[in-house]
């Protein structure tokens, strides 16, 4: 869910979902999609920065890489 909501950046509903469901949500900021992603990666490659500010508040890797070896900073 945090993917979708990313990619069509609703952003606004992740920030209200995260504290109310951390215990739940929380796992998921490391999940990958089907091309491999995690939902900070996404966030880059979708030039999402308010999904960004958010993922780093709730301490998602910002150091993680994509299937082909690049990251955030590359």
Do not use: M
């Not at 950046?9 to 796992?27: A, F, G, R, S, T």
């Amino acid at each position: 869910i945090i993917h979708l909501l990313i990619a069509f950046n609703h952003i606004e509903v992740l920030k209200k979902l995260l504290p109310k469901h951390q215990d739940l949500l929380l796992p998921y900021l490391e999940s990958r999609n089907g091309e491999g992603l995690t939902p900070f990666l996404l966030a880059v490659c979708c030039e999402n920065e308010q999904a960004l500010v958010l993922l780093k508040k709730w301490e998602a890797n910002i150091h993680t890489t994509s299937p082909g070896g690049n990251h955030a900073f590359h």
